[in-house]
């Protein structure tokens, strides 16, 4: 059988610990056998992070801009226990970070759903995905603590260097705490557009929800700013796609969400989405069956897992001992990498590729083949727990059957 030719090559990162070993496997058990697989090669693994002073992590954020889809490893965000494991010259950021800003992006996180392994809300039957603005708020606040007897104001001065001042508080018979948020209309703007065109891509509604009934001019201004946006760019794409863009109140949203079948996006603001994306990735089961995107307002994607480099389990594949690391999710960044790169270029088989090695991923799992992950919350009455390579092995039986 001939392989699968592509035209424009991926942007590779690749990354760090188990998900590094995974990663080859990935490669080599599952996408070389059938895809001419072309790649723009970046190593995000920390060594070469730390000899290239993290410019290589640069460089890869600049190839994802130019070429436009990549597919992303997970990797080390050091701390001091890593400064010595890997006898690092700097505190590296975080790579995720680094690219984040380069492209910015906004991540949309979704689960996988397979038979047998149930969200733990039963209505949920279809993958909720969340987008988190990755923009300000609480998250680039000043704060102060304040002592009794004080006036705290809100002073702005503009760049004529007329103030405007308004009270916040004043502090009579007790001490007390103050916090200065801001935001950014162009990164409110961006994230709209992000969210906008990913729920055209995925042929999904979308949910947003602010409490703008409260924050009447903060909170306000998210919803104002997504809300002309639609009307003039999107609804029409909109109608011909036939999904929606629903708004409404952050604690409506709770309520609604909950009661959902799931099968959108939810839009999330900063902290919303810090807090939501947890709860949601929490009841859909488990880490290593959730994916993530990042997605830029021009278009630009990178696709990965949304677990870490699972250390626990890299330890004990360096003493030679068996692991069974759930790689569904690495996987899923792969397929979804390569599907976007069949349709940008034009590559029909490529896309069909991608699904046929989801559909033969899911196929293993619903027939009872999992890692241990799986394995203790799957509620087939038949399962078998398999290692790491023999996942991968029994994915590949079932995807030879369909390509
Ligand atoms: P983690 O790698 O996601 O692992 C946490 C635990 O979750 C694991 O020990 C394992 O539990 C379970 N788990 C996660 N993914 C799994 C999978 N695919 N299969 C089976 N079990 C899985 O998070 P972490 O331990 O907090 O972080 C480890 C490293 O990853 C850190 O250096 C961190 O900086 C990095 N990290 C990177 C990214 C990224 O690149 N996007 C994201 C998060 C963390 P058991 O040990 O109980 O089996
Ligand atoms: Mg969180």
């Given amino acids: 059988m001939a392989k699968i030719q592509m035209k424009t090559p991926l942007v590779e990162m690749d990354g760090d610990e188990m998900t590094r070993v995974i990663w080859k496997m990935i490669k080599d058990k599952l996408i070389l056998p059938y895809v001419d697989l072309k790649t723009e090669y970046y190593d995000l693994g920390l060594v070469k992070r730390n000899e290239t002073n993290d410019q290589i992590t640069i460089d890869s954020a600049n190839a994802t801009k130019k070429y436009g889809v990549a597919v992303k490893c997970a990797t080390i965000t050091p701390n001091a226990q890593r400064m010595t494991e890997y006898n690092l010259k700097e505190m590296w950021k975080s790579p995720n970070g680094t690219i984040r800003a380069i492209l910015d992006g906004t991540v949309f996180r979704a689960p996988i759903i397979v038979k047998g392994i149930n969200a733990l809300i039963p209505t949920w039957t279809k ?224 896309s069909a590729f991608a699904d046929k090695l989801e559909k033969a991923t899911v196929r293993t799992i619903e027939e009872g083949v999992m890692t241990g992950d799986l394995y203790v919350l799957s509620t087939l009455p038949e399962k078998r727990k398999v290692n790491t390579e023999t996942f991968l092995d029994e994915i590949n039986e079932r995807l030879k059957e369909t390509v």
């Fill in 127 to 350: 993958p909720i995905t969340i987008a988190r603005h990755a923009y300000g708020d609480v998250y680039k606040n000043s704060e102060m603590k304040v002592k009794d007897g004080s006036k705290a104001e809100l002073i702005v001065t503009d760049k004529y260097g007329n103030e405007t001042r308004q009270l916040i508080h004043e502090f009579k018979g007790s001490d007390g705490i103050i916090q200065g948020l801001h935001n950014i209309n162009g990164s409110i703007a961006s994230f709209a557009r992000s969210c906008f065109n990913f729920a055209l891509d995925t042929k999904q509604d979308i949910w947003f929800a602010t409490k703008d009934t409260i924050s009447k001019q903060y909170d306000h201004t998210f919803k104002d700013i997504f809300a002309e946006i639609f009307e003039t760019e999107y609804k029409s794409k909109f109608e011909a796609a036939g999904i929606e863009y629903f708004y409404t109140l952050i604690d409506d949203a709770v309520a609604r969400v909950v009661r959902s079948q799931g099968g959108y996006i939810w839009a999330c603001k900063n902290y919303d989405g810090d807090v939501m994306s947890d709860m949601v990735a929490t009841a859909f089961g488990s880490l290593g069956m959730m994916t993530s995107v990042l997605v830029s307002p021009s278009g630009v994607y990178e696709y990965e897992a949304a677990h870490g480099t699972v250390t626990r389990h890299y330890y004990k594949h360096l003493k030679g001992e068996e692991t069974s690391t759930n790689s569904v999710a690495t996987i899923f960044a792969w397929t979804g990498a390569l599907r976007k790169r069949g349709e940008l270029d034009g590559i029909p088989e490529l």
